[in-house]
């Protein structure tokens, strides 16, 4: 039978179970990517695991998360990672070259290649056809030892894109579109494949932008064929050598279908709070705007920012309008000031930013109160930006730079023609900020700032649980929700015990009190729970804070692999409906919590005089981590036995 591009790919990795869906499946992975705020923690765990030099083809530590030093805290963060980078044969791409999905891109994806980032956009790899993963630090630490990756093999997905985008309308309207059709839960479980004529149409970087915001489906990952378009763009990185085709079979099966006519798709926005909130520009109507920003992973490449530099050329920024830019990379940053474009920028108006996310993780500009921002990012998660009234709108580069010049919420249809941009033949090559691995690993000396803390180390599973529910959440809750980021908390992503007093700071502020009251207890979530980041500190802070399981109606993906590496039990209800018979402050047990586990059948739930059964659905694998108190004992259990 044929098979599609992504079944290929995890063919050819396979070193562990059988694709049949559902069940999981270990991959053998050819890259790993860790960003610093996901990094730091990802590395205390591989240092833990005793590796000398990474086994994987390459392994690249990023510096884009937390670039604002406004004290010793990220500096000495970076210090770290860098060291640790330089003695584990790790390359390590310094603050300011640019955010870790657009110059892996750039710089070292391949298609064919598995890649794993503790980052949830790593998908953004898919672009080239390479099969990218966003995973839990731990994950990526394993991977970076050789280990394999487990996923529980995924449904496939086609998304047939037919007629080419009208003017003005962009990749990210595709997305958006995508987001409208299946929801920020609709992803989960499955692989989304882009196919049709319409896909010949679309640059590396349009493909990338469609491919990073998969991460909002809750998508297992996404992925576009590799064909003429990926060559050009690789050879024009210099780096043509990398270069193979891929396409499905004509015969390959999918389990679900859409089309897209591209001819027909119009420019879209995502209002608050929900990438899926999606609407047409023409149904918002002339919303007055108070900032844009333009950037992050989904939109910063070379190619967006010569639209807006072309939308912005001789003409000024609204008055009462504040227009951030970050270009991507340093590579498109450099293009952008020797062809003139970045002049044209400066001249309208624009605050330009360096190349790191800033923004979009609430790194500095917050907007006013009530503000109104559009941003050509991926998550408008309420509170994200740092003001917890703002309403974001999610956007292309197109309608951000044509909002920022009238002042409200426009339709860059408007605009009148649009200009036309070609993709360069060569792109700027300077890896100077790209530094290699040690020559001689043992001279180098891993440097270690006060503000890195340990982390904490679950228990093995007891025979029986009884505790308090310490909050009970409602459908969606992002790991934004479980722990907040931005410029005040994402310095202390290397120390748990301080960032634990900010758990679900904007949901229960009187939760992280709670839990040291109770010494934890269990969390009872909707569905969904856990949706967005790959920040595996949504698990370990809970785990600090003494939670044993979380009780909700569906995880994603991520947050539930992470929950398992920390030894939190994750557990679904086998009946929906008894949600709505547990409440705050309830007593809860699990009689036969280990028993039941280590049989993978049902646990049984005690609430008050109700009893109830929960499902565990984990694999044999994650089974042993959960018994052990978590992965890291469960490997080292592994080892001795
Ligand atoms: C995000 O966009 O939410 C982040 C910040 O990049 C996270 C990682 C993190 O929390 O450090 C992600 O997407 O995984
Ligand atoms: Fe950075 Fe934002 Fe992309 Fe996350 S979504 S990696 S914060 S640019």
């Given at each position: 039978?044929?098979?599609?591009i992504?079944?290929?790919?995890?063919?050819?990795?396979?070193?562990?179970?059988?694709?049949?869906?559902?069940?999981?499946?270990?991959?053998?992975?050819?890259?790993?990517?860790?960003?610093?705020?996901?990094?730091?923690?990802?590395?205390?765990?591989?240092?833990?695991?005793?590796?000398?030099?990474?086994?994987t083809?390459?392994?690249?530590?990023?510096?884009?998360?937390?670039?604002?030093?406004?004290?010793?805290?990220?500096?000495?963060?970076?210090?770290?990672?860098?060291?640790?980078?330089r003695?584990?044969?790790?390359?390590?791409?310094?603050?300011?070259?640019?955010?870790?999905?657009?110059?892996?891109?750039e710089?070292?994806?391949?298609?064919?290649k598995?890649?794993?980032?503790?980052?949830?956009?790593?998908p953004?790899?898919?672009?080239?056809?390479?099969?990218?993963?966003?995973?839990?630090?731990?994950?990526?630490?394993v991977?970076?030892?050789?280990?394999?990756?487990?996923?529980?093999?995924?449904?496939m997905?086609?998304?047939?894109?037919?007629?080419?985008?009208?003017?003005?309308?962009?990749?990210?309207?595709?997305?958006?579109?995508?987001?409208?059709?299946?929801?920020?839960?609709?992803g989960?479980?499955?692989?989304?494949e882009?196919?049709?004529?319409?896909?010949?149409?679309?640059?590396?970087?349009?493909?990338?932008?469609?491919?990073?915001?998969?991460?909002?489906?809750?998508?297992?990952?996404?992925?576009?064929?590799?064909?003429?378009?990926?060559?050009?763009?690789?050879?024009?990185?210099?780096?043509?050598?990398?270069?193979?085709?891929?396409?499905?079979?004509?015969?390959?099966?999918?389990?679900?279908?859409?089309?897209?006519?591209?001819?027909?798709?119009?420019p879209?926005?995502a209002?608050?709070?929900?990438?899926?909130?999606?609407?047409?520009?023409?149904?918002?109507?002339?919303?007055?705007?108070?900032?844009?920003?333009?950037?992050?992973?989904?939109?910063?490449?070379?190619?967006?920012?010569?639209?807006?530099?072309?939308?912005?050329?001789?003409?000024h920024?609204?008055?009462?309008?504040?227009l951030?830019?970050?270009?991507?990379?340093?590579?498109?940053?450099?293009?952008?000031?020797?062809?003139?474009?970045?002049?044209d920028?400066?001249?309208?108006?624009?605050?330009?930013?360096?190349?790191?996310?800033?923004?979009?993780?609430?790194?500095?500009?917050?907007?006013?109160?009530?503000?109104?921002?559009?941003?050509?990012?991926?998550?408008?998660?309420?509170?994200?930006?740092?003001?917890?009234?703002?309403?974001?709108?999610?956007?292309?580069?197109?309608?951000?730079?044509?909002?920022?010049?009238?002042?409200?919420?426009?339709?860059?249809?408007?605009?009148?023609?649009?200009?036309?941009?070609?993709?360069?033949?060569?792109?700027?090559i300077?890896?100077?900020?790209?530094?290699?691995?040690?020559?001689?690993?043992?001279?180098?000396?891993?440097?270690?700032?006060?503000?890195?803390?340990?982390?904490?180390?679950?228990?093995?599973?007891p025979?029986?649980?009884?505790?308090?529910?310490?909050?009970?959440?409602?459908?969606?809750?992002t790991?934004?929700?479980?722990?907040?980021?931005?410029?005040?908390?994402?310095?202390?992503?290397?120390?748990i015990?301080?960032?634990?007093n900010?758990?679900?700071i904007?949901?229960?502020?009187?939760?992280?009190?709670?839990?040291?009251?109770?010494?934890?207890?269990?969390?009872?979530?909707?569905?969904?729970?856990?949706?967005?980041?790959?920040?595996?500190?949504?698990?370990?802070?809970?785990?600090?804070l003494?939670?044993?399981?979380?009780?909700?109606?569906?995880?994603?993906?991520?947050?539930?692999?992470?929950?398992?590496?920390?030894?939190?039990?994750?557990?679904?209800?086998?009946?929906?409906?008894?949600?709505?018979?547990?409440?705050?402050?309830?007593?809860?047990?699990?009689?036969?919590?280990?028993?039941?586990?280590?049989?993978?059948?049902?646990?049984t739930?005690?609430?008050?005089?109700?009893?109830?059964m929960?499902?565990?659905?984990?694999?044999?694998?994650q089974?042993?981590?959960?018994?052990a108190?978590?992965?890291?004992?469960?490997?080292?259990?592994?080892?001795?036995?």
């Open positions: 039978m044929g098979m599609t992504a079944e290929k790919i995890l063919k050819a990795h396979l070193v562990d179970g059988e694709m049949v869906q559902g069940q999981e499946i270990g991959l053998r992975i050819d890259q790993t990517l860790t960003q610093d705020a996901t990094g730091t923690m990802a590395y205390l765990q591989f240092e833990a695991m005793g590796v000398d030099q990474v086994k083809e390459r392994s690249v530590a990023y510096i884009d998360h937390n670039t604002l030093q406004s004290g010793f805290e990220n500096a000495d963060d970076h210090k770290y990672i860098g060291s640790v980078a003695k584990h044969g790790i390359y390590y791409s310094k603050a300011g070259n640019g955010i870790c999905h657009q110059v892996h891109l710089r070292f994806g391949a298609p064919g598995t890649l794993i980032g503790s980052d949830s956009h790593t953004t790899g898919g672009g080239i056809g390479m099969l990218a993963f966003g995973a839990g630090g731990l994950d990526v630490a991977a970076m030892g050789g280990g394999a990756y487990y996923i529980p093999m995924p449904k997905v086609r998304v047939t894109l037919t007629g080419r985008l009208q003017p003005w309308v962009a990749a990210k309207d595709i997305i958006l579109e995508v987001l409208r059709l299946m929801t920020v839960k609709g989960v479980g499955r692989i989304v882009y196919a049709g004529e319409g896909v010949l149409t679309l640059s590396v970087p349009e493909r990338a932008t469609i491919t990073n915001m998969g991460a909002e489906l809750g998508a297992t990952t996404s992925i576009f064929p590799s064909d003429e378009v990926t060559k050009s763009f690789l050879e024009a990185q210099g780096r043509g050598d990398v270069y193979i085709p891929l396409a499905s079979d004509p015969d390959a099966k999918y389990d679900e279908e859409y089309t897209i006519d591209l001819n027909r798709l119009e879209l926005a209002a608050p709070h929900m990438p899926d909130h999606v609407a047409g520009i023409s149904e918002l109507g002339e919303i007055k705007v108070n900032q844009c920003c333009i950037g992050s992973c989904t939109n910063s490449s070379y190619y967006d920012m010569m639209k807006v530099a072309a939308i912005l050329k001789g003409k920024v609204h008055p009462e309008v504040s951030t830019i970050s270009p991507g990379s340093m590579q498109v940053f450099h293009m952008l000031a020797k062809n003139g474009a970045l002049s920028i400066i001249a309208a108006g624009a605050r330009i930013l360096e190349c790191a996310c800033g923004p979009c993780i609430g790194m500095g500009q917050s907007p006013e109160s009530a503000g109104v921002s559009l941003r050509t990012f991926n998550r408008n998660f309420e509170g994200r930006s740092g003001t917890q009234d703002a309403k974001i709108y999610l956007v292309s580069p197109e309608t951000a730079a044509a909002s920022a010049l009238t002042g409200v919420l426009t339709d860059p249809r408007t605009l009148g023609e649009m200009p036309e941009i070609e993709m360069p033949a060569h792109f700027d300077n890896d100077s900020m790209i530094i290699p691995p040690a020559e001689h690993p043992e001279e180098v000396e891993v440097q270690r700032g006060p503000n890195i803390k340990a982390f904490p180390l679950g228990e093995a599973l025979d029986q649980y009884t505790g308090q529910i310490v909050l009970k959440t409602e459908d969606n809750i790991t934004d929700h479980i722990l907040p980021a931005g410029s005040k908390l994402l310095p202390y992503r290397s120390n015990p301080y960032y634990s900010y758990c679900f904007h949901v229960d502020p009187k939760f992280p009190a709670r839990c040291q009251e109770q010494g934890g207890g269990v969390i009872v979530g909707g569905s969904n729970y856990g949706q967005g980041s790959s920040r595996e500190h949504a698990a370990l802070v809970p785990l600090y003494g939670v044993r399981a979380v009780l909700a109606k569906s995880f994603a993906r991520i947050h539930k692999a992470n929950l398992v590496n920390a030894g939190i039990v994750p557990l679904t209800f086998a009946d929906p409906a008894d949600y709505d018979a547990v409440k705050l402050s309830d007593k809860i047990s699990f009689p036969r919590l280990k028993a039941e586990i280590s049989a993978g059948g049902q646990v739930v005690q609430v008050g005089s109700k009893k109830f929960a499902d565990c659905e984990v694999s044999d694998r089974r042993g981590a959960l018994l108190g978590g992965t890291l004992n469960y490997a080292k259990q592994q080892s001795k036995a």
